[in-house]
């Protein structure tokens, strides 16, 4: 019988790249990446994420994947957003770890290196730092600076630059991250929350030479509110109530102590004729309050119990454990 050898080729490396509407950079991208992929002795493929361009990009890609053996491109049917593409990129990807960078060329490719040597030491997730960025200071810098530090404080994970497309993942640690909404951002701080081991290392950065940047400052915004769904599943996704459930109870304290005082107050006067906090009695502002305190608080205290509900529907129905393994001896029990 003839048998026959099969190596098992393994991917050392992936790099993603969203796309959309670059045609003047698309091939200097490529040439420069060319350049900073060559040296190193890995295996390795770059996947293009067309996010629906509508320029020349797509016929540019096109006969760019003839030119690249190791090019790869995902299109799109139409503009999803750049986390969208990234999430793309992340599902296609074969790699043992991941790189995405930016394809307007302000990132550099010539950093590659770099964060694969920190990788090296054994990290998970290699966050560029844009130390001397090269955007406008009022409408980009600055709003930038406040959101990392704001998003440094609230998820506990202290980086400079979470915007900085340069980033370098263990696949291990994104294979599972379902992103939505502005969220790529945030993958630091969700692989730090699974016991991922996160840092930083400064990067180059370069204005943007060709088109334009296709964010204002309403992303900060946005940025802000998936903040805070990042912080409450961070903390509250495996126990909604702990978070409702306390709002509630801060309504619904109140409101009792308040109706416990009145039906007091009306008890002692009916008993005894005493009219001590009659007048807490005789005003309806009191009466009002304790009735819309109680139903904030009940309100509160039943969107926790749906919430837990969901929680359980969400874990449940996909299987989903409520808890990552890092590794398994031996091997193969992981999969039990
Ligand atoms: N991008 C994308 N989809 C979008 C917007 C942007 O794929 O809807 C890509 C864009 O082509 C670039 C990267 O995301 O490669 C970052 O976009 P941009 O340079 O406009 O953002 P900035 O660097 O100004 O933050
Ligand atoms: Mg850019």
């Known amino acids: 019988m003839l048998r026959l050898a099969t190596k098992v080729c393994t991917m050392d490396l992936s790099i993603v790249i969203p796309v959309y509407n670059e045609e003047e950079s698309v091939v200097a991208l490529c040439q ?25 990009t797509p016929v540019l890609l096109r006969e760019l994947v003839q030119t690249y053996s190791y090019l790869r491109v995902i299109r799109f049917r139409r503009n999803f957003g750049q986390t969208a593409a990234m999430s793309a990129g992340f599902h296609h990807a074969q790699g043992e770890v991941v790189i995405t960078l930016d ?5 550099d490719p010539a950093d590659i290196p770099l964060l694969l040597a920190k990788m090296d030491e054994g990290v998970d997730v290699v966050s560029g730092w844009r130390k001397h960025r090269q955007d406008p200071f009022w409408s980009r810098r600055l709003p930038s600076m406040l959101a ?10 202290a980086l400079h630059d979470y915007g900085c497309t340069l980033k370098a993942y263990r696949r291990d640690i994104i294979k599972d991250v379902h992103l939505y909404g502005e969220m790529h951002r945030f993958i630091p701080a969700l692989a730090s929350w699974v016991g991922g081991r ?10 943007r030479r060709f088109g334009t940047s296709k ?69 309806p502002f009191w009466l009002v309050s304790a009735t819309m305190l109680s139903f904030l608080g009940v309100q509160f205290i039943s969107m926790g119990l749906l919430a837990e509900i969901q929680i359980r529907t969400y874990h449940e129905s996909q299987d989903k454990r409520t808890y990552v393994i890092r590794e398994c001896w031996p091997e193969e029990t992981k999969g039990t």
Do not use: C, W
Request: charged content about 15%; overall charge neutral.
């Open 32 to 56: 420069t990446l060319d350049a900073a992929l060559k040296p190193l002795s890995q295996h390795y493929e770059v996947l293009l994420v067309d996010d629906g361009s509508t320029d020349q």
């Open 148 to 157: 990392n530090g704001l998003i440094s404080r609230i998820t506990g994970v």
């Open 215 to 283: 964010y204002g400052l309403s992303r900060t915004v946005r940025v802000i509110l998936d903040l805070i769904t990042v912080k409450f599943l961070m903390r509250y996704s495996l126990g909604p109530m702990q978070m409702f459930g306390k709002i509630g109870l801060m309504f619904l304290v109140p409101a009792l102590l308040l109706f416990a005082l009145m039906i007091g107050t009306h008890l002692s006067f009916l008993f005894f004729g005493t009219t001590v906090g009659a007048e807490l009695v005789k005003r």
């Open 198 to 207: 996160v840092t930083e290392v400064p990067v180059q950065h370069h204005p």
């Open 103 to 107: 394809a307007d060329l302000q990132n």
